[in-house]
């Protein structure tokens, strides 16, 4: 069974949070949303019932790039339910924008369709029906049979071409796993004759070119692993999208990331102490920004 090291934001967090005034937009469905994308926007709903039907509209469109289905997208969004207009999440809350695959089934249907040929920069109001969002279960503060509006501020959107890589580190042990292939594809592992790592380290195989990663504390990356025992994979992001990892969490990544830029190549290795598995394992990371 593939199992994931990796920090997956596959779901939206419960947090309630504050909202701003300023400016306001109203489409087709009546609800009129703020415009000013540098701000929490208030969500004013109108009477009635809800729409049947999924609702996307562009309240501010943006100049970026166009979001495509596998992109890692990176954005700050408040949520309200429909009946009652009550706000039951928000990015903007925590401080920090959300970051998760686009398109490949990490979040809600909703977000998924509503939010694949976007612009980066838009602001988008998305109207949920419950089929496109939790259904009849709910999930935390969403209930059961919900239809939930967001307002989804779009301030990246990353994928495998994005990577810039530079120079080879030349100088590196004699007995780390073999790895071939370029930076933003698939990389090849090969762990046969290795010894395993009895501590966890964390090794740059490639330096970067791109964006400088000013010391994140997450990083955009596609990740790769192999299991020391067996040879086999044990998780894997290249069949879906890239994935925000918290830097702390894996041993030494930070201190291989500081200075570093995008397009970085890290060799990660788990001892079976660390690995969560209880056997360790090799992981190739891809690193293609910073949240």
Do not use: K, N
């Not at 920090?96 to 977000?111: C, D, N, R």
């Not at 090849?188 to 501590?199: S, Y």
Request: proline fraction near 7%.
């Amino acid at each position: 069974m593939r199992r994931s090291l990796l920090v997956l934001l596959v779901g939206l967090l419960l947090i309630v949070a504050g909202c701003s005034s300023e400016g306001a937009a109203s489409g087709d469905a009546g609800v009129a949303v703020g415009t000013d994308t540098e701000q929490a926007p208030e969500i004013v709903l109108p009477d009635g019932d809800p729409p049947a039907d999924l609702v996307v509209e562009t309240v501010v469109e943006g100049d970026g790039d166009e979001v495509e289905a596998g992109d890692l997208l990176v954005v700050d969004y408040t949520g309200v339910l429909w009946d009652g207009g009550e706000r039951f999440d928000s990015s903007w809350e925590r401080g920090e924008p959300a970051a998760f695959g686009i398109g490949v089934g990490q979040v809600i249907v909703g977000w998924d369709s509503g939010l694949v040929g976007q612009t980066v920069g838009s602001r988008v109001l998305l109207v949920i029906p419950p089929d496109q969002a939790y259904g009849s279960t709910g999930s935390g503060s969403v209930p059961p049979d919900a239809t939930l509006v967001f307002a989804v501020d779009i301030r990246d959107s990353l994928d495998a071409a994005d990577a810039v890589a530079g120079a080879e580190v030349t100088d590196l042990p004699g007995d780390l796993p073999e790895v071939s292939g370029d930076v933003g594809q698939r990389p090849t592992i090969v762990v046969t004759d290795t010894p395993e790592p009895e501590e966890s380290t964390s090794i740059v195989l490639v330096e970067g070119a791109g964006e400088p990663l000013d010391g994140p504390t997450q990083v955009v990356a596609h990740g790769l692993g192999l299991s020391y025992a067996t040879g086999e994979e044990v998780l894997s992001t290249w069949e879906s999208a890239p994935e925000a990892i918290g830097v702390e969490g894996l041993p030494g990544l930070a201190d291989a990331l500081d200075g570093a830029a995008a397009g970085t190549r890290v060799l990660v290795l788990l001892s079976s102490a660390d690995s969560g598995s209880g056997e360790p394992v090799a992981i190739v990371l891809d690193v293609l920004g910073a949240v």
